[in-house]
């Protein structure tokens, strides 16, 4: 499919060298030095060894490249047609997990395709966001508040979040929810709206509790308000975590030199609780400037979506910087205390697969926007869809 790019401003096809020379070469390295610094913690984790984690992070991190460079280099027009299309076969995916998929850990999240394995919500949170700008794209600024044109909006976030919660993954499926809701408030829904949905949350939170959340997710809930209660069981992940991040002080104890992490008290080190093992050997320096790096990422992001002359292009970069936020701030929160432990990793330092060729497959999308900024997209208007 060919399309005309004006991104030049010569109203010809966009080549190659054009691409190539409207990279944002800078936003990459940040992306590869955050990268690095979890193949370091990896390879901590792994007591000095590049096996297990390390060196195959580093091959998926290999492949998360060629997946950058290949959605950032594709018309944005291109992922606005194929918004609707990949938004329903992940939902596919995710209907899968419930007949075929794979258990681990207590949940059915995974799904065994040949020699890989993958993890269909961690995808839903990129497909949401894109069906959701497509949508929004062809719909008016005062079509976003009518009752009738939310339908569709609440179908497609709440669909994938019920199905998300049967596998159980709370933490998915409210990461899910927050970023559509984010996304309704970016694409200018009334405030009288929020705050009236704002108010109904408090009844719908208490049917929650009473009839969707699982025993094992209340008790996390119980136990992020007194760890105490049960330093053994149920709140031993949160008190070695606290322990670890405060034994790291100012400066840390030093790379591999961690006593929390190095001799298995803190528990899933390579993944939810990688943060607190960095904080222990590299102290509140070290956390403080990898949470900087985090922060340069999302100003690139948000410069991208701001400068986007397509409404399609802006709050799909939007969107994937709200994601990626929410990724940030909820694990550092959960590992802090501040908030209930749910399973969401540490963008592009966490050892996951799935998750690392979603963060690389989302940072294409936004290099896209930023390469084809000036693109047009007409927002042809729809009667409901």
Sequence with gaps: MAYLDTSMGSGRDLRFADKLKAMDWTFLLLVILIACIGFAMLFSVANGSLNPWASRQMVRFAIGLVIFFIVAFTDIRVWMDMAYPFYFAVLVLLIAVDFVGVTGMGAQRWLKLGPIQIQPSEIMKIAVVMALARYFHGITLDQVSRPLFLIPVFAMIGIPMVIVL??????????????????????????????????LAIPAGYVAWTYVLLDYQKERIFTF????????????????????????????????????????????????????MLGEEFGLVGGAFLLGLYVVVLGYGIAYALQSKNHFGRLLAMGICVNFFLYLFINAAMVMGLLPVVGVPLPLVSYGGTAMMTLMFGFGLLMSVHIHKNTDAPRSTVSLW
């Design 225 to 276: 308000l007194d760890p105490s209660r049960d330093p053994l069981g149920a709140g031993y992940n949160i008190i070695q975590s606290i322990i670890a991040l405060g034994s790291g002080g100012l400066f840390g104890k030093g790379y591999m030199q961690g006593s929390q992490a190095q001799l298995d008290f803190l528990p899933e080190k390579q993944t939810d609780f990688i943060f607190t």
């Design 166 to 199: 049967r596998q159980p993954d709370l933490g998915t499926a409210a990461l899910l929810g927050a970023t559509g809701v984010a996304l309704l408030f970016l694409a200018g829904l009334k405030f009288r709206i929020i705050f009236t949905s704002l108010f």
